[in-house]
Every structure is written in C-alpha cells, then in structure tokens.
C-alpha cells in the first residue's frame, strides 16, 4: 500500500517522504512486535504524541531537500497515519500539547516540549479511515465556548471513510456524534473563517478498505477514494 502511492505520487512529480515511527523506535509493528515497543511509545496518546513530532521533524527535513517547495507540502495517511494528518493540520497544535502537558502527560513515559518555530504550513491533507477521536490529545467537547480547545483544520481536509469502520463514529454527524465535524463547523464560524474538514463515507466498506492485502478490502470503494484523492491531489498544482 505504501509503496503503491509512493510511486504513484512520485509519477505524479512529487517528492514523498515516509516517516517510520516503529523503526525509528527499534520496533517493527504496534500490533504484533509489543515486545520491543519502547515504554515511551506503548500508550495510544504517547504514539500520537510522538508521532507529531515525527511529522513536525519530516517537513523540517523535507523544507531542505534541494527541489522540494515547502510551501506547497500536503499530508496523506492511513488508519493512525491519518489521525495525524487531521493532527497536523490542526490550527492550535500548541494549545492542544499545552492541554496535554496539563491534562494526561503526568502520567505517561514522554517529555511534551513544543514544536520548534518555522514549521511549514501544509496546504492540504487526505487522511484514509482516521480515528478522530484523538485519544484525549485534543478534547472532544463540543459546547463551542472554548473554541482554542476544538478542532479546525488549517488547510482542506478530505476524509475518506467506511460506513462499517468502527472509527467513523467521531468524523461523521451522519454515522454517529461526529464531534470533529461539530467543532470544526463551530470553530470556522466563531473564527469567520472558511470550514474546510470534509468527509466522504463510503457504504459497506470497512477498515482499510482500499488495501487488497486486508480482509476489509473493497475493490469498489478503493477506486472512488482513489479518484478522490486523486482530484484533491489535481487541486494543489
């Protein structure tokens, strides 16, 4: 699957970039190498906290590869992967990691410093079955009066979805609260700014959907994501 876009983005003309957060950590998979999972990284906020840091350091390094533009970066990831393209795009990353430090940090295995100032600012992202609901990170409330604790997405956001994936519940107000499409609607209009999180959801498929090795693979739905991603992708030329 990781390879497949590789080179088809790179056809594209694109230079991509994959972070590794398992080897980088001296593991090969969350799911079936916990053995050699660093204890800084065996809790589901410290992955994603960790793992915004790997993004955050990717683009610095890609910002000086020779030929890359840094101002026309985009993000595209799958299941966690793409949790953190919606992290990444967030308009209140320090915020949120101030909330994280006050909130949950005390009791986990990580330092929570701030991202380094001179980040780039991405300018679209597509995340395939992401779990939105971020795993205490960024809270989920969705009363609207502390709009600086809710999400927003800095730069459009496509979301691609299975309507039997058990992670829709917090993307979509048509499959269940849908509490990041709450706030992100929330947020633009108290910003007056434009809401850019959109969300397709595709009938009957499920996780990981668009990948042929899984059990949960639809044929169907992986060539309308793909035409999707693809028109998204056409947008930012």
């Given at each position: 699957q990781f390879k497949e876009w590789s080179d088809r983005l790179a056809r594209l003309g694109y230079t991509v970039l994959l972070p590794s957060s398992y080897s980088a950590r001296g593991f090969c998979d969350k799911h079936k190498d916990t053995a050699r999972m660093p204890k800084t990284f065996d809790e589901k906020p410290e992955q994603i906290v960790s793992r915004l840091y790997d993004v955050d350091a990717a683009s610095l390094y890609l910002c000086d590869q020779p030929g890359v533009d840094c101002e026309r970066m985009g993000l595209l990831g799958f299941s966690q992967g793409g949790t953190m393209v919606m992290i990444a795009l967030h308009w209140q990353i320090e915020q949120a990691l101030g909330y994280f430090r006050k909130t949950m940090a005390k009791n986990f295995d990580i330092e929570v410093p701030d991202v380094k100032p001179g980040r780039p600012e991405f300018q679209m992202g597509i995340?395939?079955?992401?779990?939105?609901?971020?795993?205490?990170?960024?809270?989920?409330?969705?009363?609207?009066?502390?709009?600086?604790?809710?999400?927003?997405?800095?730069?459009?956001?496509?979301?691609?979805?299975?309507?039997?994936?058990?992670?829709?519940?917090?993307?979509?107000?048509?499959?269940?609260?849908g509490r990041r499409q709450i706030q992100a609607k929330q947020v633009a209009q108290k910003l007056k700014v434009d809401d850019t999180y959109e969300i397709t959801v595709y009938?009957?498929?499920?996780?990981?959907?668009?990948?042929?090795a899984s059990k949960g693979a639809d044929a169907a739905a992986r060539e309308a994501a793909l035409k999707v991603a693809l028109q998204k992708l056409a947008t930012q030329h």
């Open positions: 995340a395939y079955y992401p779990g939105c609901g971020f795993d205490g990170v960024v809270p989920l409330e969705t009363t609207g009066k502390a709009v600086e604790n809710e999400f927003l997405p800095t730069a459009p956001l496509t979301i691609l979805h299975g309507s039997k994936d058990a992670l829709l519940k917090d993307c979509s107000t048509e499959h269940g609260p009938p009957g498929a499920a996780h990981s959907f668009d990948n042929a």
